[in-house]
């Protein structure tokens, strides 16, 4: 029996579809119970009620990482990113203490 054959049985593999529709009803599921204030951890890190959430296909600095402006002066560029994601953010997200 080959791939194309099991599926047409009963014991092959699930179908797409189906597994489509079980991994959609769990993130919709999952995001639901993500609802609240979001605090910024750093550049790509948002926390809410303790759950770490982290952002896919962005790599800003670390928070404790320095790097060298044009005039060649150090600055904390990683405080830099987490400022701006909490900008971008706006009134939902607040900077995590430290």
């Known amino acids: 029996m080959n791939w194309k054959d099991s599926q047409r049985t009963s014991g092959g593999w699930p179908s797409l579809s189906a597994v489509i529709s079980i991994l959609s009803l769990v993130g919709v599921a999952y ?33 404790d990482q320095l ?6 002066l150090p600055y904390r ?5 987490a400022n701006d994601l909490a900008a971008f953010m706006g009134d939902g997200s607040r900077p995590a203490p430290r």
């Open 31 to 63: 995001a639901a119970d993500l609802t609240g204030q979001a605090s910024i951890i750093d550049g790509d890190t948002l926390e809410i009620h303790g759950t770490r959430i982290r952002l896919w296909g962005i790599d800003p600095p670390e928070s």
């Open 67 to 72: 790097c060298r402006g044009e005039d060649g």
């Open 77 to 81: 560029c990683g405080a830099k990113a």
